[in-house]
T-cell receptor, first 107, second 117 residues
Framework: DAKTTQPNSMESNEEEPVHLPCNHS???????IHWYRQLPSQGPEYVIH???SNVNNRMASLAIAEDRKSSTLILHRATLRDAAVYYC????????FGRGTSLIVHP | GAVVSQHPSWVICKSGTSVKIECRSL??????MFWYRQFPKQSLMLMAT?????????EQGVEKDKFLINHASLTLSTLTVTSAHPEDSSFYIC?????????????FGPGTRLTVL
């Protein structure tokens, strides 16, 4: 399975944009890139997904590099409720989670 | 959006007893469901892949006789922890993949906190 690499943690101030990076240099041509986030004591929540083109939804934007070897999840204005662990996973048949990035948002 | 429920949300049991956790897809059919386990401050660890009407596929190191999985319908999968011990205390999370889903999407349940005394 293709693996992803994310920083262990990142910090942001409230109301500021946050860029969460993910490296996936061994991604295959058909793998979708999925982002989930997990709040404490809850199941993961879908955030966004994409294949090649950048994607926007009400929660976030996903910027995918032209060679697809990396992607960035963009939270345009972080709020305290965005504090969570963010997971970048590739859409293989058997989804596996790495350690994710723990986002800390300061008021 | 697609909703997955789990029941119970938390359970406390005595060592040696068995506990059943249900995972339901509420508004879609799921041929495939996944069961994960998560220990404190760790990531989700895939335990098994469950396909409707067939035996589950367990990940290496997961005892199939201890963690019994049944996926008898397209909307329900159950995980039974048999003869539970304190080391089985964990957060158990299921996810469901919609039948005919186009890009390997999956939807997660809210999790079940198991505490074995």
């Amino acid at each position: 399975d293709a693996k992803t690499t994310q920083p262990n943690s990142m910090e942001s101030n409230e109301e500021e944009p946050v860029h969460l990076p993910c490296n996936h240099s061994t991604i295959s041509g058909t793998d979708y890139i999925h982002w989930y986030r997990q709040l404490p004591s809850q199941g993961p929540e879908y955030v966004i997904h994409g294949l090649t083109s950048n994607v926007n939804n009400r929660m976030a934007s996903l910027a995918i590099a032209e060679d697809r070897k990396s992607s960035t999840l963009i939270l345009h204005r972080a709020t305290l409720r965005d504090a969570a662990v963010y997971y970048c996973i590739l859409g293989s048949y058997i989804p596996t989670f790495g350690r994710g990035t723990s986002l800390i948002v300061h008021p | 959006g697609a909703v997955v429920s789990q029941h119970p949300s938390w359970v406390i049991c005595k060592s040696g007893t068995s506990v059943k956790i249900e995972c339901r897809s509420l508004d879609f059919q799921a041929t495939t469901m996944f069961w994960y386990r998560q220990f404190p401050k760790q990531s989700l660890m895939l335990m098994a892949t469950s396909n409707e009407g067939s035996k589950a596929t367990y990940e290496q190191g997961v005892e199939k006789d201890k963690f019994l999985i049944n996926h008898a319908s397209l909307t329900l999968s159950t995980l039974t922890v048999t003869s539970a011990h304190p080391e089985d205390s964990s957060f158990y999370i299921c996810s469901a993949r919609p039948s005919g889903g186009g890009y390997n999407e999956q939807f997660f349940g809210p999790g079940t906190r198991l505490t074995v005394l």
